[in-house]
């Protein structure tokens, strides 16, 4: 956007007594040197590849994960669905399931791990915290493809509605689905001293956010971008967002959105002191740390796409940096007819138009005017 060439009201402003030999003193800002490992800490050797919009899914899958929510009655009846199509249709597809309690007659139990079976496909009923599950499942390594189905409350990462999980899964079979790799966050914590905290990274895929949690007092939090010293920052937190967790919480905490095909770290302050704390974009090559200042009043809790996984006292860490596994979401519009018989509910239908700008629309109601519904009913009579 151009600046505007309307002249500005005159303000009072105090002069300053200026000539040529000699400079205003300018308040010196406090020079703060960042911990060692800020400075040469590097997770992996190579830069992650920008997300791709359309890749094609063409190998038709051998083994296929369910991932569900708790298993109401709608769910309970979609797997029942599924399975026996899959049974009819593609017999020598081996279907697994998390192993615990729920899982369904028929299939087969499956643990996250190293040794853990192959897994060509990932699908997921749900809501939008199905899918965050499903990626936590696959911390240390490559995400399977994942076909997402809306049995949720929100849907905006749920490119199907249940109704259309034939229409879906023989796309899927027939090579020709498209897939979207929304981006996620490698995570490692620092003790004070600079050795790690977990041996284990955390892999996330909307944000992580360092707050102060239950503590009456604000945070005090030293940001580090590529080892310089960005900000000192007072207030409930900061959050780390990739793209696609551009529409969660940050967006909440007055973040940007950014289109999950981009690839880039948002920093978003959690209700700052200053009102000049604004949130910034970072190419996704950049390494973020976040500190808990020595001068912190209180610890800070660290919650990674909404779960509360530690807490980290002054002087400890947190290293943010794009991971080189993101997550293959398949697109709705990979299916060109939608079924146009099907119930209402959540999820769109698939179409040929970008999914992202139509949820941000349909969901996020973007732009959307303040005059209701019934207030434009009336005025078209």
Not at 176 to 185: D, E, G, P, S, Y
Not at 231 to 236: G, I, K, R
Not at 271 to 293: K, N
Request: charged fraction near 20%; proline fraction near 9%.
């Amino acid at each position: 956007m151009l600046a505007s060439t309307r002249p500005l009201a005159r303000r009072h402003v105090p002069r300053l007594a200026l000539s040529l030999h000699t400079r205003p003193t300018l308040p010196r800002r406090r020079t703060i040197s960042p911990p060692p490992h800020t400075q040469t800490r590097t997770l992996f050797t190579t830069h992650p590849s920008p997300a791709r919009l359309s890749q094609k899914f063409n190998v038709p899958p051998k083994t296929i994960l369910l991932v569900n929510k708790l298993r109401t009655k709608p769910v309970i009846d979609a797997i029942s669905h599924i399975l026996g199509y899959l049974k009819e249709a593609h017999p020598e597809v081996r279907v697994f399931h998390e192993d615990r309690t729920d899982r369904p007659d028929g299939v087969e139990p499956w643990r996250p791990g190293a040794d853990a079976e192959k897994i060509d496909l990932v699908v997921t009923l749900g809501g939008d915290g199905t899918i965050l599950h499903a990626s936590s499942l696959f911390k240390t390594s490559e995400v399977p493809p994942v076909l997402s189905f809306s049995m949720g409350t929100l849907g905006f990462l749920l490119p199907f509605h249940i109704d259309d999980f034939v229409k879906a899964l023989e796309t899927v079979f027939a090579g020709n689905a498209t897939v979207l790799h929304r981006m996620r966050l490698l995570c490692s914590f620092q003790r004070k001293d600079g050795s790690d905290k977990d041996a284990e990274p955390w892999q996330v895929m909307n944000e992580v956010a360092l707050h102060r949690g239950a503590s009456p007092h604000l945070n005090t939090i030293d940001v580090y971008v590529d080892g310089q010293h960005l900000t000192e920052a007072v207030s409930d937190g900061i959050i780390v967002s990739t793209p696609t967790g551009s529409t969660a919480y940050s967006l909440s905490a007055g973040g940007p959105i950014v289109h999950p095909s981009l690839s880039a770290l948002v920093l978003t302050p959690i209700c700052p002191r200053s009102l000049s704390f604004r949130p910034l974009v970072f190419p996704s090559s950049s390494t973020i740390v976040l500190r808990v200042s020595e001068r912190s009043r209180a610890e800070a809790g660290l919650s990674m796409d909404g779960a509360v996984s530690y807490h980290l006292g002054p002087g400890e860490s947190v290293t943010v940096q794009a991971s080189l596994y993101p997550v293959p979401c398949i697109n709705r519009s990979s299916i060109a007819e939608p079924d146009h018989t099907r119930s209402g509910g959540e999820g769109a239908p698939p179409g040929k138009e970008d999914d992202w700008v139509r949820d941000i629309n349909n969901l996020l109601q973007y732009n959307a005017t303040f005059r209701s519904k019934a207030l434009l009913s009336h005025s078209r009579g």
